[in-house]
């Protein structure tokens, strides 16, 4: 497990990247392709900065990307990249969405490798985690272009299945993936979700509404 740990690291270091979760991510876009070129991508709590770093390079100059966290990143945009903006911000507060959509009004991808600090605690630590992706699946509902792409990091716990049924609802095709860079003794897993299905709206009820004005006396 040192090896595997101390490879990654190094590699990340090497590869200038600020932490070795890159390669979590490189390894999902290899297999599923879920960025391309000139996407709009949200990345939720993003700090140090390596998540945001690698879409930026996979989205080109034609892309953004925007990364929010409670802890400030300040990486500067890699060669050929899109543009980055850091948001220091908590994804739990209202005021995220107007803020965001001065940037941008909807985004093509949302990743997120958000994880609880952890105490010790696995029931509590699982416990947090799904509240945490809970939110970042409400925030893809709203803020996702029709067809777009979802990514987190998720610890599994009693509430993991009901939490990836949702997913499962949203989504076109839904996975669970632990990436060879993952640790094996981590109960961390990543959902992937491509396809966004928004959904329809009903439709007015137009013979109600005539009902209603009747009734009131509202058809002048």
Not at 69 to 76: G, R
Not at 125 to 152: M, N, P, W
Not at 168 to 192: D, G, H, I, Q, Y
């Amino acid at each position: 497990m040192r090896k595997v740990r101390d490879y990654y690291f190094n590699k990340a270091k090497k590869d200038k990247y600020p932490a070795r979760s890159v390669y979590k991510l490189e390894e999902v876009q290899q297999k599923y392709k879920f960025l391309h070129r000139g996407d709009s991508v949200l990345d939720l709590g993003c700090y140090p900065g390596s998540w945001s770093l690698f879409a930026g390079e996979v989205v080109g100059p034609k892309g953004i990307v925007v990364g929010v966290d409670l802890q400030q990143a300040e990486e500067a945009p890699r060669a050929e990249s899109a543009p980055i903006h850091w948001l220091c911000q908590d994804i739990m507060e209202p005021e995220l969405i107007p803020l965001l959509r001065r940037i941008r009004p909807a985004f093509k991808v949302l990743i997120s490798d958000l994880a609880p600090k952890t105490t010790g605690n696995r029931w509590a630590d699982s416990q947090h985690s799904i509240s945490l992706v809970r939110k970042t699946l409400a925030l893809a509902e709203i803020l996702l272009f029709e067809k777009g792409h979802y990514i987190c990091k998720v610890f599994q716990g009693e509430d993991f299945p009901a939490f990836f049924e949702d997913v499962k609802e949203r989504f076109e095709m839904a996975k669970v993936l632990k990436p060879k860079s993952s640790r094996t003794e981590s109960r961390e897993v990543f959902v992937l979700g491509m396809g966004y299905r928004k959904p329809v709206l009903p439709a007015p009820d137009t013979a109600t509404g005539l009902e209603l004005a009747r009734e009131t006396g509202d058809n002048d």
